[in-house]
C-alpha cells in the first residue's frame, strides 16, 4: 500500500458515502483531509481524529453549489495543513423530478413551471467550481515529493455513457463530467497535473 504521509486531500460529499470511505482511506496511508460536506461532518472528522491520535482530519459544512463556500472551505484547510496535493469533486445526488409526470389531462389545468435542475446544479456546476478551485491551486504550487502539482479526480458514473428514461438530469449530468475531464486532462497534460473521473453506480 502506498503510503501518502503528509499528502492533504480536499473531499467534497465526505459526510457519508463514497466521499467518506475516500476520507478514511487516504487517513490509513497517512493523509490528511479536508472534509467538506453540506451536512455537518464534524463526527466524522473527529472520529479520524480521535483513531489517529492527531489532528488529520478537519470538516467544513459547506453548500458545493456555491463557489464561495467551497473557497472558504479550502482556505481553512490551506491554512491548517498547508497546500493540498488532491482535490475529489464527489458531492452529488440522485435524480429529481424536473418537470412533473407526464399527464395530458391533468396538465390542461396545470401552470407550465420552471423545472428543478438541482441535481444538475449539485452534479456538473458543484463539481465545477471543485475543479475550477484545485486546477487554480495546482497553477500556483510547486511539485510535491511525488512529482506533480496535483491531482483532481471528479465522481463520474457508468449512467455518464448510457442514457436512462427515468435519470435524464442525472445522466446528462454525469454525462457532462465525463467530456469535463476528457478535455481538461488535455488541456493540462505535461502541466504536473492529472486529471481522472472515478465511476460511481447509483
Known amino acids: 500500500m502506498a503510503s501518502l504521509q503528509g499528502d492533504v486531500a480536499f473531499i467534497t460529499g465526505a459526510a457519508s458515502g463514497f466521499g467518506l470511505a475516500i476520507a478514511k482511506e487516504l487517513v ?3 493523509a ?4 467538506v460536506d453540506i451536512n455537518n461532518c464534524d ?3 473527529s472520529e479520524l481524529n480521535s483513531n489517529a491520535g492527531e489532528t488529520v482530519a478537519i470538516a467544513r459544512q459547506a453548500d458545493t453549489v456555491s463557489w464561495e463556500q467551497q473557497y472558504a472551505a479550502y482556505e481553512a484547510g490551506k491554512e491548517r495543513f498547508g497546500r493540498v496535493d488532491y482535490f475529489f469533486a464527489n458531492a452529488g445526488i440522485a435524480e429529481r ?3 412533473p409526470n407526464f399527464n395530458p ?3 390542461v389545468n396545470r401552470p407550465i413551471i420552471k423545472p428543478d435542475a438541482k441535481t444538475l446544479d449539485v452534479n456538473l456546476m458543484g463539481q465545477l467550481y471543485t475543479a475550477a478551485l484545485a486546477l487554480q491551486v495546482f497553477e500556483r504550487q510547486s511539485p510535491n ?3 506533480f502539482k496535483g491531482k483532481l479526480l471528479m465522481t463520474a458514473s457508468v449512467y455518464g455513457f448510457f442514457p436512462s428514461a427515468i435519470m435524464p438530469m442525472y445522466t446528462s449530468s454525469k454525462a457532462a463530467i465525463v467530456h469535463l475531464t476528457r478535455s481538461t486532462a488535455s ?3 505535461g502541466k504536473g497535473i492529472t486529471i481522472n473521473a472515478g465511476e460511481q453506480i447509483l
Do not use: C, E, N, T
Open 28 to 30: 490509513s496511508r497517512g
Open 32 to 35: 490528511k483531509v479536508i472534509m
Open 43 to 45: 463526527d466524522q472528522a
Open 97 to 99: 423530478p424536473w418537470l
Open 105 to 107: 389531462l391533468a396538465a
Open 145 to 147: 515529493k511525488h512529482g
Open 187 to 189: 488541456m493540462y497534460m
